[in-house]
């Protein structure tokens, strides 16, 4: 027999921005991890360079908290240069985190649970929504991870967010 469960409220708004910054942290670590030629340029199994996924991750966060908080889903990415140099990188990730710690606590508590579709692609709370954007960034860090194992350079311990 399976129990009935019921609707529990396990982390709050604020507790989230915090754990989600917890990993921006660590990811930022593994950015400084490489070494400047392989961040652009390494790859293992055909898969892309790292810098590659971490303006993947890096170009949504913003606008998926925008589109949260305001239902409105402009096209991620926007107009900025993709960075060339790992300075270039970090600074970018530097200015969204201030973002992030900005923005983040304006979304309405409602807008967390309201249905909307993100980027016409994704039809999910919002919460779903910026779970999607933690997700996508751990499991492109796990791909760091490798290719950093497979440079011989030691990885950040994943604990320490």
Do not use: C
């Not at 600074?91 to 409602?110: C, G, M």
């Not at 709370?125 to 796990?142: C, F, K, L, M, S």
């Amino acid at each position: 027999m399976v129990a009935e469960i019921k609707e529990v409220n396990v982390l709050s708004a604020d507790e989230v921005l915090k754990s989600w910054q917890g990993h921006r942290r660590l990811t930022r670590r593994v950015i400084e991890a490489f070494p400047e030629d392989k961040l652009f340029a390494f790859s293992v199994g055909g898969m892309r360079p790292f810098a590659d996924m971490a303006w993947e991750f890096i170009r949504m966060a913003v606008p998926i908290v925008d589109g949260v908080a305001t239902s409105e889903w402009k096209e991620f990415g926007g107009t900025e240069p993709k960075p060339t140099t790992k300075a270039e990188l970090l600074k970018v990730w530097d200015v969204q985190t201030a973002e992030l710690n900005e923005k983040f606590p304006k979304i309405p508590a409602h807008r967390f649970s309201e249905v909307d579709t993100a980027f016409g692609q994704w039809k999910n709370p919002g919460i779903v929504t910026i779970q999607y954007a933690i997700d996508n960034e751990i499991h492109h860090r796990g791909q760091g991870y490798v290719y950093l194992r497979a440079l011989g350079i030691e990885p950040p311990a994943f604990w320490e967010r």
